[in-house]
């Protein structure tokens, strides 16, 4: 069992920076890739962003590629998500998620095992 608790949102105004944090329990982190997804009212839940169980492989999307860098410690079972250049459309619930599957690049989110709970991004114009 893994349990994963994001912080690090807010509200900043566009043009901005947060950096994302997603701490997980249990001493199996280094086993699961690791994902960042995101949901807007009204929208479905989407990827944003995967890393691979060492952290040397990633995937982004085109709306973060550029923007976004995902990254972890796995001696601190953490994955983080530095995402600079803030625009209004980024803003959404933002969850990481875990997957003993290896494949880095968007799945389903019924294809991750584990969910965080999300933290708000409001980004204003």
């Known amino acids: 069992q893994v349990q994963l608790v994001e912080s690090g949102g807010g509200l900043v105004q566009a043009g901005g920076s947060l950096r994302l944090s997603c701490s997980a329990s249990g001493r199996t982190f280094s086993s699961y890739v690791m994902a960042w997804f995101r949901q807007a009212p009204g929208k479905e839940r989407e990827f944003v962003t995967g890393i691979s169980r060492s952290g040397d492989k990633t995937y982004y999307t085109d709306s973060a590629k550029g923007r976004f860098t995902i990254s972890r410690d796995n001696a601190k079972n953490t994955v983080y998500l530095q995402m600079n250049s803030l625009k209004p459309e980024d803003t959404a619930v933002y969850y990481c998620?875990?997957?003993?599957?290896?494949?880095?690049?968007?799945?389903?989110?019924?294809?991750?095992?584990?969910w965080g709970q999300g933290t708000q991004v409001t980004v204003s114009s």
């Open positions: 998620a875990a997957t003993i599957s290896l494949w880095v690049g968007p799945q389903p989110p019924s294809s991750y095992d584990y």
